[in-house]
């Protein structure tokens, strides 16, 4: 009895077998495994499948490639493939081992994604398609599936999943697109960011910001500071060759510190538009998390720079908490591990110092230049008034006023005391005028502004020294105690580092810090 149930079964099961076959050659649609199959003359179900990961943000560089080495074959396909949401959960190899039995992959239209190539241009690139060509001298046949990558269904990383006769030849193949992913990028010269993953911790792509265009006179920052900067952050790669002939090293550290306000990131802005040609990949917030992807970019896309935004905030560890300091060593490995003759500049912006200062002492060399951007000075506030008022007829004396009623002021305050000008003039119906930018500058110097100057940036805050330790301070949150401009540690001591080698820092002569 078991016997004929088991011939039964075997019979049922080629008979439906026989009837998808026969109902897919009805239908006149084309079939996965029999199109690899003939495309390379032999089944293509008992050839291995070589899989390549391409990262996120690489994925309209590997699907350009791609493209050019399959149409450089004039008979080469792009095909689709059916058979509904599975094909997105399983891999080719899955696939075809399926097609053995039920023939449920028939061929369709491929997948598109619109993908940004630059800042207003975008690529319409093949999210999911089978390419088949001939490649090489020889004309050997490959099968390359691309896929875009997919967090929803688990799958971070792009992939292609190449099928040939021949292992050599796949190997070359891979090897070839390796080397060309290496030198040649849509992210090559680009303002990039890398962008997070909502689906879990990985960098699944980026974002392209146009690059900022900044006269020098539009930074205001003590006499010659700017130029110090940009020599040693721009105008040193234009010498890259006689430095590599001398054996001197063109990897780069500039660190810019200062209260929050003073034109840490404007100056960055200014750097980025005196770079052209340069790859700029730019890493704040969350996205510091991928400073060794950005490392590995910065690699191959060099003259590179790295701008790492706010370094205060990883000299935690990754849950903002006390203890070991993981993201913030991997930040100084990824500065070390670069090779000493890869033009690449990192470029560190950071409210709090103190947070930062052991380990680049401890680990020196990541960082050569360290520059103070303090509060500015009478002059600077008075250029920053003009620089922001440019198009409004305020005199010179009244900025001057102005400038002398805001001291401890950033450049911060002194756009939003122009705007607070501005509004009060068309409030009243009037053209602006120097009473308004007077009366604005009393206003927001007044003690009822205490907490709006503080956030923005300015000393002058609510919170004074007799009011005992600020704990979220002293875990990071807050650059400081606004008006003292000190901040306290939890123990009620000034939180930063006291002992030890000293970090080499160079700052204007004039102002002293403004955290002292």
Avoid: W
């Avoid at 992939?159 to 070359?172: I, K, M, T």
């Avoid at 002398?404 to 602006?432: C, I, N």
Wanted: hydrophobic share 40%.
């Amino acid at each position: 009895m078991e016997g004929k149930l088991q011939a039964f079964i075997e019979d049922f099961a080629a008979l439906v077998r026989l009837a998808e076959r026969q109902h897919a050659r009805a239908a006149g649609g084309e079939q996965l495994l029999e199109t690899l199959s003939g495309h390379l003359g032999i089944p293509a179900d008992e050839l291995p499948v070589v899989v390549e990961e391409v990262p996120g943000h690489r994925f309209a560089d590997a699907d350009i490639l791609l493209a050019e080495a399959a149409e450089a074959d004039p008979e080469h396909r792009l095909v689709g493939i059916g058979g509904g949401d599975q094909r997105h959960h399983l891999s080719l190899s899955d696939m075809l081992q399926q097609s053995r039995h039920y023939p449920q992959f028939p061929l369709s239209q491929p997948d598109y994604a619109n993908v940004a190539v630059g800042p207003a241009r975008q690529r319409q690139a093949v999210s999911l398609g089978l390419r088949l060509f001939r490649h090489g001298p020889g004309g050997e046949p490959l099968a390359v599936l691309i896929r875009a990558a997919n967090p929803r269904y688990g799958q971070n990383a792009a992939l292609l999943e190449v099928l040939g006769r021949d292992p050599r030849h796949v190997a070359a193949f891979l090897a070839a697109f390796r080397a060309d992913m290496q030198t040649r990028s849509v992210l090559k010269g680009q303002v990039v960011s890398l962008t997070m993953d909502p689906f879990g911790d990985s960098g699944s792509g980026v974002t392209f910001h146009e690059r900022p265009r900044l006269a020098a006179a539009d930074v205001v920052l003590p006499e010659g500071l700017l130029d110090r900067i940009s020599r040693h952050a721009v105008e040193l790669g234009g010498h890259r060759e006689q430095l590599r002939g001398l054996g001197q090293h063109l990897k780069r550290g500039i660190l810019l510190y200062g209260p929050p306000g003073t034109g840490k990131t404007h100056t960055v802005r200014y750097l980025l538009g005196r770079s052209d040609g340069t790859t700029a990949i730019i890493l704040s917030g969350g996205s510091l998390a991928f400073i060794a992807e950005a490392a590995r970019m910065a690699r191959a896309l060099q003259p590179s720079m790295i701008i790492l935004e706010d370094c205060d905030l990883i000299a935690g560890d990754r849950s903002f908490g006390h203890g070991p300091q993981p993201l913030l060593f991997e930040v100084l490995d990824a500065m070390d591990g670069l090779d000493d003759d890869a033009d690449v500049a990192f470029v560190l912006t950071t409210n709090r110092v103190d947070m930062l200062e052991r380990a680049l002492a401890q680990r020196p060399g990541r960082v050569d230049l360290a520059v103070q951007v303090p509060l500015p000075e009478a002059g600077e506030r008075a250029a920053l008034l003009r620089l922001y008022a440019r198009e409004l007829a305020f005199s010179d004396d009244a900025i001057a006023r102005a400038a002398e009623l805001t001291a401890g002021t950033t450049a911060s305050f002194a756009r939003e005391l122009v705007r607070r000008a501005v509004v009060a003039s068309a409030l009243s119906g009037t053209d602006p005028a120097d009473p308004h930018l007077l009366d604005a500058a009393e206003e927001l110097m007044s003690d009822g502004e205490a907490l709006t100057r503080s956030l923005l940036g300015s000393a002058g805050g609510v919170r004074s020294e007799e009011a005992g330790p600020d704990p979220a301070a002293s875990s990071g949150y807050f650059a400081y105690a606004p008006l003292s401009g000190r901040t306290f540690s939890g123990r009620g001591t000034m939180a930063g580092y006291t002992g030890g080698p000293e970090l080499h820092a160079e700052a204007p002569e004039s102002p002293a810090d403004p955290e002292e």
